[in-house]
């Protein structure tokens, strides 16, 4: 397989002089095409501000990044192409625009990609059928639990068909019986377009689905 994600010596503070924290600490990763990984670790071990790196959402400070066979370069570089056009981010706290519809706010990464109107509603329409909120198309954010406002931001992560999906989280507001049909359809976006996935969890019930598992402990990878 063909490695679809690579950093090389990547590291990213936060903060100034004596208060500055180094959240990444000089991390190798590899990620191969339609593999599915899982970043886990102890809360604040760096797992989300290295899939941030990964998924161009940060710059890091330090270290190389290659994605899909390109190198990033952030100096001279549209970040926001790069993310609509290669990748897909499941947030954990859902980043929905609270004025839009769950269809809506799917068709948004799409009206950003300059996709045609009924097109886009089109898709929307059948990404969110067939995660089960068919009946919540037109339902606000304050209108959906927080396993529907997960599953819609799933939805839009999905929309552009992205190479690579980062997800933070994405079955901490689902119940197992939600958990096993999201992963199920982890799966079958790897098998339907060899997508990669990389998800940031703390759920052990989820190891049985991963190809493979990196721990992460004080901004390093420790295992892999």
């Known amino acids: 397989m063909a490695t679809i994600v690579e950093g090389i010596g990547l590291k990213k503070r936060f903060g100034f002089g004596d208060a500055a924290v180094t959240a990444i600490d000089s991390v190798d990763i590899q990620i191969e095409e339609s593999e599915l990984v899982m970043l886990m670790g102890d809360s604040g071990c760096g797992k989300t501000t290295l899939i941030s790196l990964l998924g161009c959402i940060l710059t890091p400070d330090e270290g190389e990044l290659h994605i899909d066979g390109e190198a990033i370069d952030p100096s001279n570089q549209d970040l926001s192409a790069v993310r609509r056009e290669k990748i897909g981010f499941v947030f954990q706290m859902f980043h929905l625009l609270p004025y839009l519809t769950a269809l809506e706010n799917v068709m948004v990464a799409m009206d950003i990609a300059k996709t045609n109107r009924t097109e886009a509603e089109n898709r929307g329409i059948e990404l969110l059928t067939r995660i089960g ?44 019986r939600q958990s096993d049909n999201l992963m199920n359809l982890f799966q079958e976006l790897r098998e339907e377009h060899q997508t990669t996935i990389v998800i940031v969890t703390h759920h052990e019930g989820l190891r049985k689905n991963a190809d493979r598992i990196i721990h992460m402990k004080d901004g390093r990878i420790i295992a892999s």
């Open 133 to 176: 909120l068919s009946e919540r198309l037109h339902h606000r954010p304050a209108q959906l639990s927080g396993g529907e406002k997960q599953r819609v931001s799933f939805a839009r992560a999905l929309a552009n068909r992205p190479k690579i999906i980062f997800a933070d989280e994405p079955t901490a507001n689902l119940d197992s």
